[in-house]
């Protein structure tokens, strides 16, 4: 049991789609503590971001509480968090506009046309639905934050975006908003360089957290940049593969390429470039299947599968929430293809794992199809406490694949940040020094050999099935 005042604690918090974690960490990058709530759904409200930390933080012992130095949010996004009143700590609410919401189609194609990429035209396209909405201009334009940014907030009271002022790192700008004739509703405050402090705690907060007097916030950033962070994947031909209940997969790449369907953008180091892949639903896709279809238990699933024949014969579409990377298509839909009466849940959930290492591969061949040129794939995130998914993963694509002493790479990356803020250090020193390999799966050739066929007949599902899934998706709305 730790004792009080043997050091300085930081606090890294990852604010998830379907859940809140907090870790607490040594200066040195050891996690000491750990703590998670889960989100009732998709937060709609600002209180609801609030309401969940509490639950998570509540769980932190006191005693611990009064030797945090400095706390870090990161999270998911782009989530819009409109910050229309604040007086948010009295109880007034902002509805929440999540990254997974689809926009109008007709004001999408608007925003595309106005050059914006896949990634920021749904956040622009969203805001103009919102103002259409709305009718008549607020008084004064309203702040955009993110759900770092909220909780950032609600700590300290300073309005503030958290990021690497990079593009590609936050989702509005003064420029975009002037484009899109939106500057008088909405206005994007000042950024705060991730890994600078933010601010003090208030007494509001300090009451209610717990918090030493001398506690301060610290700039975070999005929950994928906190994981390049954690996966110290800030070298050249480095890949991360973020997996949760959705997936994000990011080369740092040296050279500047624009494969198809993709996201470049500078990255957060000078002279780098960030290719980016974003799937809608890879692990909420296993949590929907296990609880809604086939009550079967998530957690222990690896021993449940570990006897299943790989690979499975049946291919999961893994469209349930439309699709971004690399189709970008809000209509697509899901289902699975090859069932026979002698298939077993088990085999579906199999299937659902490995389709998740086709998409990864998907995105890496088109990385690399691009010039792009990828070394070692790091994974990260609840998918690399898996064993078997990250064997999955190193099968399918013929790779290894690499797994950190901290697989929860978002929190080591948030708290990466809240030492280097404290200390004055340079986060991407510390992030080398405490990024350490702890197991490398290495692929069976023999089953890679049989992933390539199902993995080519994956590659063939969406182009021959793109006019379905619209006639399907004007049939449900038709309902």
């Known amino acids: 049991m730790r004792k009080e005042g043997k050091e300085p604690l930081f606090c890294g918090v990852d604010i998830g789609t379907s859940s809140t974690k907090i870790a607490l960490f040594s200066s040195e990058g050891r996690m000491l503590y750990r703590s998670a709530a889960a989100s009732d759904s998709h937060a709609v409200q600002s209180q609801q971001i609030w309401a969940t930390f509490l639950r998570a933080w509540n769980t932190v012992p006191n005693i611990w509480k009064k030797e945090i130095q400095a706390l870090c ?6 989530t819009i968090v409109p910050l229309i009143s604040e007086q948010e700590d009295k109880g007034s609410e902002s509805p929440v506009m999540g990254w997974w919401a689809n926009p109008p189609a007709d004001l999408l ?20 639905a919102w103002k259409n909405q709305s009718g008549s201009a607020p008084s004064k334009p309203i702040a955009l934050l993110q759900p770092t940014d909220f909780l950032a907030y609600r700590c300290t009271g300073i309005v503030a975006n958290s990021s690497f002022p990079v593009p590609g790192f936050l989702p509005w700008s003064p420029e975009a908003l002037d484009t899109m004739g ?6 994007a405050p000042r950024c705060i360089p991730a890994g600078e402090v933010i601010g003090g705690i208030s007494k ?39 997996g949760g209940s959705s997936q994000g997969v990011t080369l740092c790449c040296k050279k500047r390429i624009q494969p198809p369907g993709l996201v470049a953008t500078p990255f957060f180091i000078p002279g780098y470039w960030k290719i980016s892949g974003m799937m809608n639903t890879t692990g909420s896709a296993l949590q929907w299947f296990c609880a809604q279809v086939a009550s079967i238990p998530i957690d222990g699933l690896d021993a449940l599968l570990f006897d299943q024949n ?64 990828v070394r070692e794939i790091r994974s990260t995130g609840g998918q690399a406490r ?31 940040l809240a030492i280097a803020g ?13 990024y350490a390999p702890a197991k490398t799966f290495i692929p069976n050739q023999s089953l890679h050999k049989r992933y390539n066929t199902l993995f080519h007949e994956f590659s063939l599902l969406y182009p021959e099935q793109k006019t379905r899934f619209e006639r399907l998706a004007r049939f449900r709305k038709s309902q």
């Open 73 to 78: 949010f990161v999270g998911h996004g782009p």
């Open 109 to 128: 194609a608007w925003a595309h046309s106005r050059g914006f990429d896949p990634q920021i035209a749904p956040v622009m396209a969203k805001l103009v």
């Open 182 to 187: 939106l500057k008088d509703w909405f206005t």
């Open 204 to 242: 509001p907060a300090l009451e209610e957290l717990g918090l030493r007097k001398d506690a301060v916030v610290v700039s975070g950033c999005p929950d994928f940049a906190a994981a390049l962070l954690g996966t110290a994947t800030i070298e050249d031909g480095l890949l991360c593969d973020r």
């Open 310 to 373: 790989r690979p499975s014969p049946i291919l999961f579409i893994p469209y349930l929430s439309g699709e971004r990377s690399p189709h970008w298509d809000p209509e697509a839909s899901g289902g699975f293809l090859g069932l026979r009466m002698e298939d077993t849940p088990q085999r579906m959930a199999l299937s659902i794992m490995e389709t998740v290492g086709y998409q990864i591969r998907q995105i890496v061949r088109l990385m690399e199809g691009a010039g792009g040129v």
């Open 386 to 416: 898996s064993d078997l998914w990250n064997q999955i993963k190193a099968d399918v694509l013929g790779r290894p694949v690499v797994v950190g002493t901290s697989p929860e790479s978002e929190l080591l990356g948030a708290a990466i």
């Open 422 to 434: 404290f200390s004055e250090s340079d986060p991407f020193t510390l992030s080398q020094t405490f």
